[in-house]
């Protein structure tokens, strides 16, 4: 039986004490905010989100996250077929958004769920670079994960 108070995801997995939605939310914010600004994935985003459309895209993220993190299953989209949409996407762009996560959830986070955060966004990632890839009619079978620096 787990201590009082400890939570449990449907996994099994315990959370981490300092991770909940307010958390979820401030992680959302601050690397949105700075991906928005970025010069190398800013430019993706402002082309497809509106000024006025950012709140509800935070929102979704944040149901994103909760969901895969907190197991609330508040998230039901598809993301998958919106990157792949995404023509100008590639490694580069991908090894930056890792990167700035990491950086991101490293400030906010207890070393436990900044490694929660990265390990899922590093799968994510690395499927939507798959997919990416076979819509692409490229060779997706060497395509190795890529390590949020
Ligand atoms: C190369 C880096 C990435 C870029 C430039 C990028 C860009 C975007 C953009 C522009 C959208 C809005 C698409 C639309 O509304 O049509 C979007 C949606 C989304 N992205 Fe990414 N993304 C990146 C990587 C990731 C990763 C690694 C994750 C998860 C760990 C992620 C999770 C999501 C989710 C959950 C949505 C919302 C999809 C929905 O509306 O249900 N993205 N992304």
Request: proline share 7%; glycine share 6%; with cysteine.
């Amino acid at each position: 039986m787990p201590p009082t108070g400890t939570r449990l995801h449907p996994t099994g997995r315990l959370i981490p004490a300092d991770l909940d939605e307010q958390k979820v939310r401030a992680v959302v914010d601050l690397f949105y905010a700075r991906a928005r600004a970025d010069d190398v994935i800013g430019p993706v985003f402002n082309r497809v989100i509106a000024g006025p459309d950012w709140p509800e895209h935070l929102a979704t993220i944040t149901d994103f996250w909760s969901s895969m993190l907190l197991g609330t299953g508040r998230y039901a989209g598809r993301p998958m077929p919106r990157h792949l949409a995404l023509r100008e996407l590639g490694d580069a762009h991908f090894a930056r958004w890792l990167s700035l996560f990491r950086a991101t959830v490293e400030e906010l986070c207890s070393p436990e769920t900044a490694a929660l955060f990265v390990d899922r966004a590093e799968r994510v990632a690395h499927s939507f670079r798959i997919g990416l890839a076979i819509s692409r009619g490229e060779d997706s079978t060497r395509i190795e994960i890529l390590r949020a620096p």
